[in-house]
C-alpha cells in the first residue's frame, strides 16, 4: 500500500477487504453466500419485510440488529403509502451498491472523496402490470443513474470509478442480467 | 505415479528433454537446447506449426507487423517489414525455422499421457513412450475453442462454428450471423461477413480497445519503445487478471486506423450486449454494453496517454483521440433469432490450452496449469507460450526468444544439478525399474 492510499480516508478498511479477497481466494468455500429477506403481507398493497440473518464465511451470520421496510403503493394507485413501491426498493439498491463499490474502489486507488450524490430514475409503463398491453414488459423500460462526485481527481479517473463499480456491483448484475427465480408455494 | 497395471508400452527413447509441440515456442527452445548440447526430441501431433495450418481461418494475419516477426536465430527478411503476414506465409516461415535449425522433431507423434515416474517423467505417444529428465509444455494457449454453456441452450436449426471451424463466408449458410465476442477474433470474422454482404450482430462483452496505428507508428512499435511489452509477470499488479486479458481488437490490415464496435457498427452490425442466454429460441444479452463500452474506452485513453509520454519524448506527430464507443440510447436486450433470420452463430469467445494428456497433479481448482514465469510446479517441468507468462509480449511470436532463454537457462541448470557426474543425463536403467514398466 502506497502513501496515497493510507492518506485517504473514505471510510473503507481496505485492508480487511483486501485480505478477506486473498483468504477467500485461498478458501473459495467460504465465499458462499446466502442473502435472506421475510415478508409478511399487512393489508392492501402494505407489506412488512426485515431482514436479520444471512449465511457467510461457512456459518450463520446476524446483522447488528433486525431491520424492518414497509412497502406499499401510493395513493394515487388507491394504496395508502405506508412506504415505496417494491420497484423502488430496487432503485434504492442499485444506488446502494454502486455508490458503495464507488467508495471500495476509489480507496483502493487512493482517491479522496468529498461527495457521491445520485439521482435514479427508472421508466415504466404501467400497462405492462395492468394488463393493458401484452407487449408491454411489467419492468423497468431503463435505468438512468447520474453520479455527481467531488473528488480529488481528475474527470477520467473518477469516470473509471464509476466505470469499475458497475463492473463489481452485485445489484447492476441482478438488474441487467438474466436470474433464475424460483417461487414455491406452501412447500 | 507407479502403476503396475499399466500396459507395457514400446520405449521410443531415453533423452534428457521432451519438448511437447513443434510450434514457434516448441522450436525456439529446441533451437536453444541445440545450442547448448542438450539431447532433446520434439513431438508434434500433426506437422509443424499444427494449429496454423489446420485449424485457423483463411484470411487470418498475424496481429504483429512482419519486422517484429522473429524466432531464435531467425529474423523476417522478407520486403515489407510494416506488413502482415499471412498464415501460409508463416506457417513457411516456422517451416523453414524447422528445416534450417535442424529441430529434433517427430511429427505424427501425438502425446496422450505425460506422468511423474520416481525421478523422471514418462511421456506416452502413439508411436511409443519416451523417459526424460526434463519437459517443455510447447502445446500453446490455443488448443481448444471455449463456448460458453450458454451453446447447449442454442435451438438445433441454428448452425454453431468456432474460430476453429470457421474458414470463410462461403462455408456459412446464408443469413444473419450472431457473432459472440468482440475481441480481436470476434471483431476481425465479424467485419469479414459484413464486407460478404452477410447481417451481422455481435454480443459485446468485456474488450480491449485498441488502434492498430497511432502518433504515426504502429501500436505494436510504441508497446515495445514504451517498454509495456517487455514488463514482467513478477512486475505486473493483477497477474491473473493480465493473464485473462481478452486478446486487443486488431486486426493484421492497415485498412483501418481503428477496428472497433463504431466501423462495425457504421459497417451495418448490430451491437448488444454480452450474451447471457438463450431461452426457447430468444437470445438474452446484459444490459452492460454502455459499461463495457466505458471500461474500454477509458483504459485505452489510459493506454495512449501512457504512450504520449514516450510519443512526446520521441518528437512523433500531434496526439490523437479516437471517438468514444457510441451506444444505442437502448441496445438490444433479447433476439428471436429464428424471426431476426439469424442461422449461424459464431463463437468467438476465446481458446483455452489442452493439457488432457498431462497426468502430473499441476492444475488448479480451476483447471489452470500453476507455473512461476514458466516454471511449472513440477521440477523438471516448464511450460511456454502463454498470455504473460514471463513478459506481456509471451504469447506473441516475438516474444517467446527471451522467454524461451530464460527457461533454457532454467531447464540447463535444473538437468546439471539432477544428474551430476551422468554425462548420458539419464540412466537407462531406470526403464526397468518395478512400477515403471517399459518392457520392449
Same mark, same amino acid.
Given at each position: ?187 | ?83 502482415? $503476414? /499471412?498464415?501460409?506465409?508463416?506457417? #513457411?516461415? @516456422? ?5 534450417? %535449425? !535442424? ?106 480497445? $485498441? /488502434?492498430?496505428?497511432?502518433?504515426? #507508428?504502429? @501500436? ?5 519503445? %514504451? !517498454? ?213
Amino acid at each position: 500500500m502506497n502513501e496515497a492510499q493510507t492518506a485517504v480516508n473514505n471510510g473503507i478498511n481496505i485492508e480487511a477487504l483486501l485480505g478477506a479477497r486473498e483468504a477467500l481466494t485461498a478458501a473459495p468455500e467460504a465465499a458462499k453466500f446466502v442473502w435472506r429477506a421475510a415478508s409478511e403481507w399487512k393489508s392492501g398493497t402494505h407489506t412488512e419485510s426485515r431482514v436479520d440473518g444471512f449465511f457467510g464465511l461457512g456459518e450463520e451470520q446476524k446483522h447488528v440488529r433486525e431491520f424492518r421496510y414497509d412497502s406499499d403503493h401510493p395513493e394515487i394507485f388507491a394504496s395508502e403509502d405506508n412506504g415505496p413501491t417494491p420497484v423502488e426498493f430496487v432503485l434504492v439498491g442499485l444506488a446502494g451498491c454502486l455508490t458503495a463499490g464507488i467508495a471500495a474502489v476509489a480507496q483502493n486507488r487512493g482517491i479522496q472523496l468529498h461527495s457521491v450524490l445520485a439521482s435514479i430514475e427508472a421508466d415504466m409503463d404501467i400497462q405492462g402490470i395492468l394488463g393493458i398491453d401484452a407487449d408491454v414488459r411489467n419492468g423497468f423500460n431503463g435505468i438512468t443513474v447520474n453520479y455527481r462526485i467531488d473528488a480529488d481527481a481528475s474527470e477520467e479517473d473518477i469516470a473509471a470509478l464509476v466505470a469499475q463499480s458497475q463492473k463489481r456491483s452485485a445489484v447492476f448484475d441482478i438488474i441487467t442480467n438474466p436470474t433464475n427465480v424460483h417461487v414455491n408455494v406452501n412447500k | 505415479m507407479s502403476n503396475t497395471h499399466e500396459k507395457p508400452v514400446r520405449l521410443a527413447g531415453a533423452i534428457d528433454v521432451v519438448v511437447i509441440g513443434a510450434g514457434h515456442a516448441g522450436l525456439s527452445i529446441s533451437y536453444l537446447l541445440g545450442e547448448a548440447g542438450v539431447d532433446h526430441v520434439v513431438l508434434e501431433r500433426g506437422d509443424v506449426a499444427n494449429s496454423w495450418r489446420h485449424e485457423r481461418w483463411d484470411s487470418l494475419r498475424l496481429l504483429t507487423p512482419n519486422w517484429q516477426t522473429r524466432l531464435p536465430g531467425k529474423c523476417y527478411a522478407g520486403d515489407d517489414p510494416d506488413g502482415f $503476414m /499471412p498464415v501460409a506465409e508463416l506457417i #513457411r516461415f @516456422i517451416d523453414d525455422y524447422a528445416a534450417g %535449425t !535442424g529441430a529434433p522433431v517427430r511429427t505424427r507423434t501425438r502425446v496422450t499421457s505425460v506422468r511423474r515416474t520416481r525421478a523422471h517423467y514418462r511421456v506416452d505417444t502413439n508411436r511409443g513412450s519416451w523417459v526424460c529428465n526434463a519437459v517443455v509444455l510447447a502445446t500453446g494457449a490455443c488448443n481448444v475453442a471455449s463456448v460458453p454453456r450458454v451453446a447447449a441452450d442454442v435451438p438445433g436449426h441454428i448452425a454453431q462454428l468456432t474460430p476453429q471451424d470457421y474458414r470463410s463466408p462461403e462455408q456459412i449458410e446464408s443469413g444473419g450471423v450472431l457473432v459472440v465476442g468482440a475481441s480481436a477474433t470476434g471483431l476481425q470474422l465479424a467485419d469479414e461477413l459484413l464486407r460478404a454482404g452477410r447481417d451481422v450482430t455481435i454480443a459485446a462483452g468485456e474488450h480491449v480497445r $485498441m /488502434p492498430r496505428s497511432y502518433r504515426g #507508428r504502429d @501500436i505494436f512499435r510504441w508497446l515495445d519503445r %514504451t !517498454g509495456i511489452h517487455h514488463e514482467r509477470y513478477d512486475e505486473v499488479e493483477d497477474i491473473n487478471r493480465g493473464r485473462r486479458l481478452p486478446s486487443p481488437q486488431l486486426a493484421g490490415s492497415h485498412d483501418r486506423p481503428i477496428l472497433d464496435l463504431n466501423n462495425l457498427r457504421e459497417a451495418g452490425a448490430v451491437i448488444a450486449g454480452r450474451l447471457m442466454g438463450v431461452r426457447d429460441g430468444i437470445a438474452q444479452f446484459s444490459g452492460s454494453l454502455r459499461n463495457v463500452c466505458a471500461l474500454a474506452d477509458l483504459k485505452m485513453s489510459r493506454l495512449l496517454a501512457r504512450i504520449d509520454q514516450t510519443a512526446d519524448a520521441e518528437g512523433a506527430p500531434a496526439p490523437e483521440r479516437f471517438e468514444p464507443t457510441r451506444v444505442d440510447d437502448a441496445p438490444l436486450l433479447t433476439v428471436d433469432l429464428e424471426a431476426a433470420g439469424v442461422r449461424t452463430i459464431l463463437w468467438a469467445t476465446g481458446f483455452r490450452p489442452d493439457y488432457s494428456w498431462l497426468n502430473v497433479p499441476v492444475m488448479d481448482r480451476k483447471g489452470y496449469l500453476q507455473h512461476d514465469g514458466g516454471i511449472v510446479a513440477s521440477p523438471g517441468m516448464y511450460v511456454l507460450g502463454l498470455p504473460l507468462m514471463r513478459r506481456r509480449k509471451s504469447s506473441f511470436i516475438f516474444g517467446i526468444e527471451d522467454d524461451a532463454r530464460d527457461i533454457a537457462l532454467h531447464l540447463i541448470q535444473y538437468l546439471h544439478s539432477t544428474t551430476k557426474g551422468n554425462s548420458n543425463g539419464i540412466h537407462r536403467d531406470d526403464t526397468a525399474e518395478p512400477g515403471n514398466r517399459l518392457s520392449a
